[in-house]
């Protein structure tokens, strides 16, 4: 018997780069499968833009989860798509319909808690997108590079019996450059909430998931699906929640060998 999917408030997810290589498109098929919601917010970066202007990449199915979110919204849900700079076509019809789908530069979303949060996908805070386009592809290049080792990486791990591992997301978390990097972000966010007058900000553009609570602000990261594979979501109560799906997904540990336990062995 099919287990019935998990239904919550609100979901958000960023970052699925569709028309990549590096998508992990069927996970997210598997994700959604099993995850429903009454609003779902793409917060930018859904399609890559800057990939399919180089190569045409678009596999069945990158296809297949435009169309499950398209059945979503014939089935009710309201989807809110908010662009981001790999996907910056999109942004010349903010303010309109496609099909039900509504295109916004940015919103507030109202939690069932009364917490207000700016939805926004954070690119206009990067400083290397705003003024240093060159370094900004040549950052996305290097991304790729990484990417195809990864995949390489995790094929071996398969076959050790170990799960998903990122190898840029590991990267991320121990670079001081980068650590830094993300710190500044959030700070530059937490000062566009004040500006808002708002509750905390929701956004992705840097790959790095978050929850982080600080003195009158929280910052949520929803992540991305080609390095961690994360989404956001809102429960009927208002609480947010941050879900890992790498170690749940059957797509991206398949074909994994169960490792085998050595017998300890204990001093006389």
């Not at 287990?3 to 960023?14: A, C, G, K, N």
């Not at 398209?70 to 849900?77: F, H, P, T």
């Not at 710190?183 to 978050?210: K, M, P, Q, W, Y």
């Not at 790498?246 to 204990?266: D, E, I």
Request: glycine share 6%; with cysteine.
């Amino acid at each position: 018997m099919q287990q019935q999917p998990q239904r919550f408030r609100t979901l958000f997810i960023s970052d699925l780069h569709l028309g990549t290589k590096g998508a992990q498109a069927e996970a997210l098929l598997e994700f959604l499968k099993q995850h429903e919601a009454d609003t779902i917010y793409l917060v930018g970066d859904i399609i890559d833009g800057w990939r399919l202007r180089s190569s045409w990449y678009w596999p069945q199915h990158h296809n297949d989860v435009v169309q499950k979110l398209l059945r979503q919204a014939r089935k009710g849900a309201r989807i809110v798509y908010v662009p981001g700079n790999h996907d910056e076509f999109l942004r010349e019809f903010c303010g309109n319909l496609f099909g039900s789908i509504e295109v916004c530069d940015s919103l507030v979303h109202e939690a069932a808690d009364g917490r207000r949060y700016l939805v926004i996908h954070g690119d206009a805070f990067d400083m290397v997108v705003r003024h240093a386009r060159w370094l900004a592809f040549l950052g996305d290049w290097a991304y790729v590079m990484a990417l195809a080792l990864s995949t390489r990486i995790n094929v071996v791990r398969r076959k050790m019996g170990f799960t998903y591992w990122s190898l840029s997301a590991w990267a991320k978390a121990r670079v001081k450059n980068a650590v830094n990097y993300i710190g500044n972000f959030e700070e530059t966010l937490a000062a566009e909430a004040a500006r808002h007058e708002v509750d905390g900000v929701i956004c992705g553009h840097i790959h790095s998931a978050a929850i982080r609570d600080f003195e009158d602000f929280t910052y949520i990261n929803t992540g991305d699906w080609v390095e961690s594979c994360t989404a956001v979501v809102e429960h009927e109560n208002g609480r947010m929640e941050l879900i890992h799906w790498a170690p749940f997904s059957t797509v991206l540990n398949a074909g994994r060998v169960p490792a085998v336990r050595l017998p300890s062995r204990h001093a006389a």
